[in-house]
């Protein structure tokens, strides 16, 4: 059976769920928005601390990376949402928007009104923040963006160890400046998780005009004669979209479904035997990730939230948390960090920090049995590039993820400068009274040929996939600068695989910009008031 809608939406993730909830405020509009994975019933998507227990399963594909040659054939665990909200659903809800020059950058390289000061104005509406309302900031938006509920004396001492190297204090990392140590603004309101299914579609649930279904994977996207007209479900069922489809299947989820739909490269969907729709050889291409690296040092103390994970400290920061809304229930665990420089001639921070108030926090992590602290480091700006790609014809099975990790020497260098300058910073007299020895790397490791041994064996991804569906102008990019796809009529992709180069940050609040700025471009071009 077919059904009609004016919009099809495929994810309702951070991008998703913006665009539903925008384009239903037109009561005269149909829009359906599908997502692959369940509902967010579980406790654990909105205690900020679940953050804990999302990258060791909950709500994931449970994909891996193939290996990767370059690090030693290393397979990473990449988690990839699978639940209403996405990876605003199960991350560490850490609001940062990366450097007004990534934005300079993009509108260079031929995305038209997609620079600093075009999308400054979406963020600004998407907000409803507990602390700034100014030129950079705004109120009353369905995002919450808060301050931490929950930091730890051990915080200001990184600080103060920050300072003794010359990185300075920033209340603002996401305002005027991007350089120095922060308390990062969170995702939370009133110490909940604002994930963009809570923000955009809970209030709005009631709209006789706005759908969502849950448990509903696509199986492909339709096309007739040059144009998207709906998609097909895994059950058969077809359902048709008079005006778009809209992909907001993420960095990994939206190349993986066109070529599943056949559009992407003909080569490879010919040597799976998939009928070629659209030759688009750059879909599944230049995959970006930020490769995390972390120290580990053990505390002298109950200085972190470590000890919480028994199962009687446990109880009683639950009851902590439902008689205050304080603790450590009410924390994201890696609530402060900040942006620093590998190289101290490039044009802004090329380092990003999370200071982790534990240890085995995240999936793969090391955990001391007497509890510690987690300090990453990540490089900003990778020049190395993978790519997504099929295993098979079937939807069922996993894609093959390859983020090509540290293929570029540049990459190599600059992530191991980041990681010993973590060393320095956790070494720093403020932190004396807190650190009792680091753990990892340790001081075995000592050449960058050690450091990058230490590297293949300790380090993750950062979560945060960019660019598979490159936006741009010239004849290569997958999407042009409102986000049509070139080569079909009626399909536009709205996530962060349209960023044509990572932001120098964490991606989620990103991607709801870059929902929030798409819902625009589609009323627009479809005739309606922005």
């Known amino acids: 059976m077919e059904k009609g809608y004016d919009f099809i939406i495929i994810g309702g993730g951070s991008a998703g769920s913006v665009v539903a909830a925008r384009l239903s405020e037109d009561p005269n509009v149909q829009v359906l928005l599908l997502e692959a994975g369940g509902r967010d019933w579980n406790p654990l998507y909105h205690l900020p601390a679940g953050f804990a227990k999302m990258t060791k399963g909950i709500g994931s594909w449970g994909w891996h990376t193939v290996p990767q040659k370059h690090m030693n054939g290393r397979v990473f665990r990449y988690t990839q949402a699978k639940v209403i909200g996405g990876g605003s659903a199960i991350n560490a809800q850490i609001y940062t928007r990366g450097n007004a020059l990534d934005y300079d950058e993009w509108r260079q390289m031929g995305c038209e009104g997609w620079g600093y000061e075009d999308v400054l104005p979406y963020y600004r509406k998407a907000e409803d923040n507990d602390t700034y309302n100014n030129r950079y900031h705004g109120q009353g938006g369905p995002l919450g963006v808060s301050k931490p509920c929950a930091p730890l004396p051990i915080c200001e001492a990184y600080f103060e160890a920050a300072r ?66 709906g998609v ?42 998939i009928e070629v729709v659209c030759d688009q050889p750059e879909v599944g291409a230049n995959l970006q990730d930020h490769l995390d690296l972390y120290c580990i040092c053990e505390v002298s103390g109950p200085f972190t939230y470590d000890r919480y994970a028994k199962p009687h400290w446990s109880a009683i920061a639950g009851l902590q948390y439902l008689f205050t809304k304080r603790g450590p229930v009410s924390s994201s665990l890696f609530e402060t960090g900040g942006f620093w420089y590998a190289d101290r001639q490039a044009r802004s921070p090329d380092l990003q920090f999370h200071l982790g108030l ?110 598979t569906c490159r936006m741009g102008a010239d004849d290569k990019a997958v999407v042009d600068p409102r986000l049509r796809f070139k080569g079909l009529e009626g399909l536009r992709v709205v996530d962060a695989s349209i960023m044509p180069r990572v932001i120098s940050s964490n991606t989620n609040a990103a991607a709801i910009m870059i929902g929030e700025k798409a819902s625009d471009m589609i009323r627009q071009d479809h005739g309606a008031a922005s």
């Open 164 to 229: 003794e190297l010359g990185i300075p204090r920033n209340d603002d990392v996401t305002g005027e400046k991007q350089d120095g140590v922060a308390y990062y603004q969170l995702t939370q309101k009133n110490a909940r998780r604002s994930s963009a299914a809570m923000a955009y579609l809970a209030p709005n649930r009631n709209r006789a005009n706005l759908h969502v279904k849950t448990g509903a994977q696509v199986r492909r996207i339709t096309v007739e004669s040059g144009r998207a007209t």
């Open 232 to 273: 097909e479900m895994i059950d058969g069922t077809r359902l048709t979209a008079a005006s778009e489809v809209i992909l907001s299947s993420g960095s990994i989820g939206s190349p993986r479904l066109l070529q599943l739909s056949g559009i992407g490269p003909a080569d490879h969907l010919h040597g799976l035997g």
């Open 358 to 467: 534990g240890t085995g926090i995240e999936s793969g992590v090391a955990a001391m049995p007497e509890g510690g602290v987690t300090l990453n480091s990540c490089y900003l700006r990778p020049r190395s590039r993978g790519t997504v790609r099929l295993q098979s014809s079937n939807p069922a099975d996993a894609p093959l993820i390859d983020p090509n990790y540290l293929e570029d020497p540049q990459d190599r260098e600059m992530s191991i400068r980041g990681l010993k300058l973590t060393q320095e910073i956790l070494a720093q007299k403020p932190l004396k009274p807190f650190i009792k020895a680091e753990r990892l790397p340790g001081p075995g490791v000592k050449t960058d040929e050690d450091y990058f041994r230490f590297i293949c064996e300790h380090s993750k991804t950062s979560h945060h996939p960019a660019g």
